[in-house]
């Protein structure tokens, strides 16, 4: 069964506004997630790692003032995309680990954003 | 050039074909290889992965990894129509801290199987 929980599956939202994603770990308390984005006819990329209890650790190239990450609880991790553009429009994608501190990943579903 | 390259095909084959999927890539640093499989509008699943080198069967799926030539396969035996997806390699190095987590993909290779 899913491991990785991702809500919602897929949102519409006007420029200039906000969008918070949630992730959660289902099979166990992940002290790290990741979040990745993918664009059409692309494959995944890392945007950032998401830290229980600290702050997110983001790849170069991503805004940390417009990808907010909050991980408040050992089994939620979220991301806030600020102030959105039809240039955020994409896939994105939580991650957990298999096992604690490991590869491999499990991804959640997805959310789909759409910026008009 | 990428880091790892895979072929996007399209690849398709007929219903109980033998299908090989393969991966290059360059970084020596990698360490855990994985084979995802990903339905449209849909998050990865994870089919198999292997730490280092070696081969890793399971049911249909047979993993395979040579690092001396920086290689890896993904063979589905018996391909059935459900197989139909597209199947993404990724890598990722041991080297400490959350590296584990940062998945370096494949462009992804699109399979159908007909009936």
């Known amino acids: 069964g899913a491991v990785v929980s991702q809500h919602p599956s897929r949102v519409i939202c006007k420029s200039g506004t906000s969008v918070k994603i949630e992730c959660r770990s289902l099979d166990f308390q992940a002290t790290t997630m990741f979040w990745y984005r993918q664009f059409p006819k692309q494959s995944l990329m890392l945007m950032a790692t998401s830290n229980e209890g600290s702050k997110a650790t983001y790849e170069q190239g991503v805004e940390k003032d417009k990808f907010l990450i909050n991980h408040a609880s050992l089994t939620l991790s979220t991301l806030t995309v600020t102030s959105a553009h039809p240039e955020d429009s994409s896939f994105y994608i939580c991650?957990?680990?298999?096992?604690?501190?490991?590869?491999?990943?499990?991804f959640g579903n997805g959310t789909r954003l759409t910026v008009t | 050039q990428k880091e790892v390259e895979q072929d996007p095909g399209p690849l398709s084959v007929p219903e109980g074909a033998i299908v090989s999927l393969n991966c290059t890539y360059s970084n020596s640093a990698f360490q855990y290889f994985m084979w995802y499989r990903q339905y449209s509008r849909k998050g990865p699943e994870l089919l198999m992965y292997?730490?280092?080198?070696g081969n890793k069967e399971d049911g249909r799926f047979t993993a395979q990894v040579d690092k001396s030539s920086k290689y890896i396969s993904l063979f589905i035996r018996d391909s059935q129509p459900s197989d139909s997806a597209t199947y993404l390699c990724a890598m990722s190095p041991n080297a400490g801290g959350t590296s584990y987590g940062k998945l370096t993909f494949g462009q992804g290779t699109i399979l159908t199987v007909h009936p």
């Open positions: 991650s957990v680990p298999a096992r604690q501190g490991q590869s491999p990943l499990h």
């Open positions: 292997t730490y280092s080198s």
